[in-house]
């Protein structure tokens, strides 16, 4: 116990209590649980995350200390004066001049921790925000504003929850920390090295198996992470010496892994917190979300599963050998009852249960479960640490989203976000081809080293609305705003995710992040497809739905194709263009394309099986 005796772990421990007892209790007031869940998120960050590496250590560095100090402080303050905050009128009451102290002084912690957290990006983007509302009669043209003055940015950012505090900080304290202490408890568990045993089992023989089994490890984890970088970390680290080991380049199996794990974020039942903040932005229950998802979501996995099996067929690659993979009966059947809270959680979703308590409830399932095996049962040290460990990954969701309220409340306070909107409308000339296509580049660009959770906030308020004034629905504008979101996790020049896997692989980060860009185009593609024909993401009917799953199927498989430059035998570029072709046919959602790629993927197939008989033949 004397290792969980120290300023870190009672500081995430009390944060992690302080959630639970709020959801058993009941959430205070909106303006009093987001500030104290960003100060204990703010505090927990300079105690982990030193000003300089050579002060890492087991001793706090006295300045790192004073800033958890401080923010610590601004949760008291909030808590001393409750009834106030509560009870006032925003923008209309005064504001005193500690109300500004401690306003200005959040802004500056929040700045400074989100820059340890997710790098310079981020605090850089909502320093230029705040300039753009403090000097707005200063702008050009149709950028011009009432600036915003420090009365009302304090009133706007602090004291009210339309800023710092606003939907993205009520995301992260009322539904993501949930989610991500219940990931904590299942991992602490072993439920994490489950889920990598069930799919080495599942897919470990196959050709190519070690790299078909990250696909579906990492879209189980993915699925209950939230974090392409921390599913990266979470399974590479079993899965590319793997790959590597059975044959795969280092490039390759790097890229596999990294988007495998970015499509975690799009993949039901639990997605990333973006997922969650889409829920409450557009205005819809959690689950319309899953469901819109499920279909784009398989159609990614399907493409990566396409790609890997042909590129194993090139090289011809076996699977594992049955010694290597995990025993039957003492990995898998001693921690399978580990599944359960997944099901306690899924049903207490569908049965309607607040998102808190079902995953509260799902908490509890793991704690109960664990003692059916002494294998997988939980020792008091053990829950404590979970405690600790899920309050410690949860400033990684919390501080991006609250620095990026800084950003959406200065974004509606100045209007900025019709004036996006008229600018992208103006640009594409009325045409949504072209509006879409501008929303992806502003999506990519702004995601570029933003947590996916900032960058999808931003294409939210930025860009989203542009699309709905051109006739998309609001679910169909904001998961595609969502997908480029994550989509920038594997798109060079800033590529998180495939950075991450390269580190792990020892291979080149811009190869791995190409390559990566290369095995993710399916999901560049899909959502185009459910723009325009919505019955991707379930709104149509049930044959339509079909039709257009099988004919993205069958258009992902020749991309496949194209991409690898495999099909039976290899792939001539000319035959690799024409692949390319009929996958373009094939997920552009009119029947007669359908019908035309249909044709000429038959075509190819059939010329590509001619080839490589012949090339046998000739052997």
């Known amino acids: 116990m004397r290792k969980f005796l120290n300023a ?19 959430f205070p007031h909106v303006i009093v649980m987001r500030p104290l869940h960003i100060s204990l998120a703010l505090a927990l960050t300079f105690l982990t995350k030193p ?26 303050y909030i808590l001393l004066h409750q009834d106030r905050l509560t009870s006032r009128i925003w923008f209309v009451d005064r504001v005193f001049p500690w109300d500004t102290f401690m306003g200005i002084l959040t802004v500056i912690l929040l700045l400074e921790a989100a820059r340890r957290l997710v790098g310079n990006s981020l605090p850089v983007v909502a320093l230029a925000f705040i300039a753009y509302g ?13 600036a915003i003055s420090l009365r009302h940015f304090i009133d706007l950012q602090f004291l009210s929850p339309s800023g710092t505090f606003g939907i993205a900080t009520g995301v992260s304290a009322e539904y993501v920390f949930y989610f991500v202490l219940f990931a904590a408890f299942l991992e602490i568990s072993g439920g994490g090295q489950l889920f990598i045993d069930l799919a080495l089992r599942l897919t470990g023989r196959a050709r190519g198996g070690p790299a078909k089994s990250a696909i579906v490890a990492s879209s189980l984890l993915g699925t209950i992470s939230g974090s392409a970088v921390a599913n990266v970390v979470g399974t590479g680290v079993f899965t590319i010496p793997l790959m590597k080991r059975s044959g795969y380049p280092g490039v390759f199996a790097a890229a596999v892994e990294a988007v495998a794990s970015t499509g975690g974020q799009i993949m039901p039942p639990i997605m990333g917190a973006g997922a969650f903040i889409m829920a409450e932005m557009i205005g819809v229950p959690y689950l319309n979300v899953v469901k819109a998802a499920l279909i784009p979501a398989i159609i990614y996995y399907v ?12 090289a011809g690659l076996k699977g594992l050998k049955a010694s290597e993979l995990p025993d039957l009966g003492e990995r898998l059947l001693q921690r399978l009852h580990l599944l359960i809270p997944l099901i306690v959680l899924v049903y207490h979703m569908v049965a309607g249960f607040t998102l808190m308590m079902a995953a509260t409830r799902a908490i509890m399932a793991v704690v109960v479960v664990s003692f059916f095996r002494k294998a997988t049962r939980l020792r008091f040290e053990q829950v404590i640490e979970a405690l600790i460990k899920g309050a410690r990954s949860a400033p990684t969701v919390a501080i991006p989203c609250a620095t990026a309220g800084l950003i959406v409340g200065t974004v509606v306070y100045t209007g900025l976000g019709l004036k996006f909107t008229s600018v992208i409308v103006n640009l594409s000339g009325g045409s949504l081809l072209r509006a879409l296509l501008l929303v992806m580049l502003g999506c990519l660009i702004l995601g570029m080293g933003m947590p996916t959770s900032s960058a999808y906030i931003m294409g939210a308020v930025l860009l989203a609305p542009a699309l709905e004034t051109l006739g998309l629905s609001r679910m169909a504008s904001h998961l595609f705003v969502f997908y480029f979101a994550i989509l920038s996790m594997v798109t060079p020049p800033v590529a998180l995710a495939s950075y991450a896997a390269a580190g792990l692989a020892d291979s080149g980060m811009m190869e791995t992040g190409w390559r990566g860009l290369q095995l993710s185009l399916a ?26 799953l099988t004919t993205c199927l069958l258009g992902v498989y020749a991309l496949a194709c194209g991409i690898i430059g495999f099909c039976n035998t290899n792939v001539h570029w000319r035959e690799r263009a024409l ?34 008989r012949r090339v046998k033949v000739a052997a």
Do not use: N
């Not at 403090?134 to 011009?144: C, E, K, Q, S, T």
């Not at 493409?303 to 090139?314: C, I, N, P, T």
């Not at 459910?530 to 079909?546: K, P, R």
């Not at 996958?583 to 590509?608: K, R």
């Open 523 to 548: 999901g560049f593609l899909v959502p185009f497809a459910f723009v325009f024909h919505t019955a991707l993401i379930m709104e149509g009917t049930w044959s339509q739905t079909v039709f257009t």
């Open 303 to 314: 493409s990566l599963y396409f790609m890997v099996d042909l590129k194993a067929q090139e």
């Open 51 to 76: 000003l300089f590496k050579r002060w890492s250590g087991e001793r706090v560095h006295p300045l790192d200390a004073l800033l958890a100090v401080a923010s610590l402080g601004m949760g008291a």
């Open 134 to 146: 403090a000097f707005g009669r200063m702008m050009p043209g149709m950028l011009m504003h009432r």
């Open 8 to 26: 870190t772990a009672l500081v995430a421990l009390v944060w992690s209590l302080f959630q639970i007892v709020m959801v058993l209790r009941g």
């Open 579 to 612: 692949f390319m072709l009929a996958a373009g046919l094939l997920i552009a959602p009119e029947t007669m394309t359908d019908l035309s790629g249909a044709v000429l993927l038959a075509l190819l197939y059939l010329f590509q099986l001619g080839k490589s």
